[in-house]
T-cell receptor
Framework: EAQVTQNPRYLITVTGKKLTVTCSQN?????MSWYRQDPGLGLRQIYY???????DKGDVPEGYKVSRKEKRNFPLILESPSPNQTSLYFC???????????FGQGTRLTVV | QKEVEQNSGPLSVPEGAIASLNCTYS??????FFWYRQYSGKSPELIMF????GDKEDGRFTAQLNKASQYVSLLIRDSQPSDSATYLC????????????FGKGTMLLVSP
């Protein structure tokens, strides 16, 4: 079954404690992205990757890091989380540049 | 800044009626257009995609695209209570990565 798997699904953490949200896909897609979704602001792209070792900033990259060492994995790293990073996060993959995106189940992050 | 605009709603329709959801976009270079459905707290799921001017039908759903007017719409015929959700319009530009930009979504409420 084609899947985009995010972990954890829910996370409550404290300000400043480094965390990683993992994303793994089994569809052999080259394109992967991270989005955050906030009420009234919609889905906003954080980072994206076109291939292994190729990443670039999206619309809201501040406070986040990513890496793409393998095709299937695209982790999102928050080195020093702050309360304004409390949000619902989605990982997404695309087969080709102009095709649809497939989303993971989402990670609800709360930073206190 | 590329923009995708949708009325936030809610759009309320009775069961069995036609729901009409609209979207405008700012980037004339946009190439691909998608409609996603999102239930509260869940990940977006693809309903329709359309690449060419005109209409595209799939079951109860019809997507309409007018590139000259920079307008894309989604019609849902015979609306069901299970169609109650937020509908996201998404547009892909013609850049190298072909970023997927989302509107903020229209909430649809279908009453029995």
């Amino acid at each position: 079954e084609a899947q985009v798997t995010q972990n954890p699904r829910y996370l409550i953490t404290v300000t400043g404690k480094k965390l990683t949200v993992t994303c793994s896909q089994n569809m052999n897609h080259e394109y992967m992205s991270w989005y955050r979704q906030d009420p009234g602001l919609g889905l906003r792209q954080i980072y994206y990757s076109m291939n292994v070792e190729v990443t670039d900033k999206g619309d809201v990259p501040e406070g986040y890091k990513v890496s793409r060492k393998e095709k299937r994995n695209f982790p999102l790293i928050l080195e020093s989380p702050s309360p304004n990073q409390t949000s619902l996060y989605f990982c997404a993959t695309k087969e080709r540049a102009r095709t649809e995106a497939f989303f993971g189940q989402g990670t609800r992050l709360t930073v206190v | 800044q590329k923009e995708v605009e949708q009325n936030s709603g809610p759009l309320s329709v009775p069961e069995g009626a036609i729901a009409s959801l609209n979207c405008t976009y700012s980037d004339r270079g946009s190439q691909s257009f998608f409609w996603y459905r999102q239930y509260s707290g869940k990940s977006p799921e693809l309903i329709m995609f359309i690449y060419s001017n005109g209409d595209k039908e799939d079951g109860r759903f019809t997507a309409q695209l007018n590139k000259a007017s920079q307008y894309v719409s989604l019609l849902i015929r015979d609306s069901q209570p299970s169609d109650s959700a937020t509908y996201l319009c998404a547009v892909v530009d013609d850049s190298g990565y072909s970023t997927l930009t989302f509107g903020k979504g229209t909430m649809l409420l279908v009453s029995p």
